[in-house]
């Protein structure tokens, strides 16, 4: 119960796991304002009732994701009244047995392929119905990532090479000297972290369990108590802890709300068509490295502005530098950039635990779009059998 309860308390804040469940009895919407700033004894009360995502029964996983903001609290990013349009393509030359059994078998709420912006594969599951949102874990992180590059195209931040602590000062004298901007995008810091959600003591356990100083944002003052591990530039580690943390700093640049500054540079510049849900974290700031709620055609759409370069929203080769590998695994072909993951043969990716996830492949001008509810958080054979439905999708594009 007490590992239940650390991960209750945490969950919310850094989502690389964490959502809700049925709503509370009081509670009819909880969407609010970005200028909210929210009660903390009715966030506390929100945190306790979250992160049992890790231990829910399949029929709630597939009826609360797509239901975050009847939970929790957040702030709508708008769309604007200019709608991309996403044209029908020639169908796909693919078996719809195999469709349906992938669907089945992965708890896919929704699959879409797009090729060369048309449509041609397009499939809902589980209930699911377009111009639904669903959430986003941490495919979000690759959202983030972009405001990064508008922020930089907007003269807010000056370059990637800078150091964080020219835009988060309170960091100064914390592991995070001599980082840089880049060193978070690409989790590279250097900074000691662990990421374990069956570990009690993690950080990810820990996070916003602790006290906050007064005027102190809850991310960077829990972020500026960890200890260097090795000079930054050096070990990749997974920290959805940094990606929070590189909203800060977007939003302290910007002197915006993500969900505003999100709206302004992607939803209405991609053509979004359904408002998307951003929860919120203790403080009543966007938690960046998760928790988008987001319709199915959006998520292709924001593949799309990938692929086409997000013109007109960042600097001209920022997609092409964020979804190169910065860090190589051992994998061959398998890397991360600015919060993309990489791939093979140039493609690039957003993911999220429990099946969610944006593939880019710039050579065959395709994006495929998903969104399900796995039986599991994350599993080996889950994303073998994705990797070789997408590769299957693929071929049948011509690749």
Known sequence: MRLRSILAASALALCACAQQATPPADSSAAVVSPDVVLDPANSARLQQIGADILFWPQEKREANFRAMEKVFPGHIVKAGTRVRPL?????????????????????VAGLIVLQDGKVRLERYGLGFKPG??????????????????????????ASVDDPVTRYLPELT???????????????????????????????VARMYSVPVPAGMDPTVAYMRTLPRDT???????????????IGVLVGRATGKPLATYLSEKVWKPAGMETDAFWMTDPSGKEVSGCCLSVSLRDYARMGQFALEGAPGTVPANWIAEATRPHADFARAGYGYGYQWWTYPEGRYGAQGIFGQSI????????VIAMVGAWPKATDQALSAARAAFQAEVLRAAGR
């Open 87 to 107: 044209p029908a393509g020639t169908p796909l030359p693919i078996d719809a047995a195999k469709v349906d059994a992938f669907m089945a078998a992965q708890k």
């Open 132 to 157: 639904e949102r669903w959430t986003s874990f941490s495919v979000a992180k690759s959202f983030t990532s972009t405001l990064v590059g508008a922020a930089i195209r907007d003269g807010a931040i």
């Open 173 to 203: 004298g914390s592991g995070y000297d001599g980082v840089t901007v880049a060193q978070l995008l690409t989790m590279t810091s250097g900074v000691k972290w662990n990421e374990d959600y069956t570990d009690a003591n993690s950080d």
């Open 231 to 245: 000079p930054p530039g050096e070990k990749w580690v997974y920290k959805t802890g940094e990606t929070n943390l």
């Open 359 to 366: 593939l880019v492949d710039p050579k065959a001008r395709v």
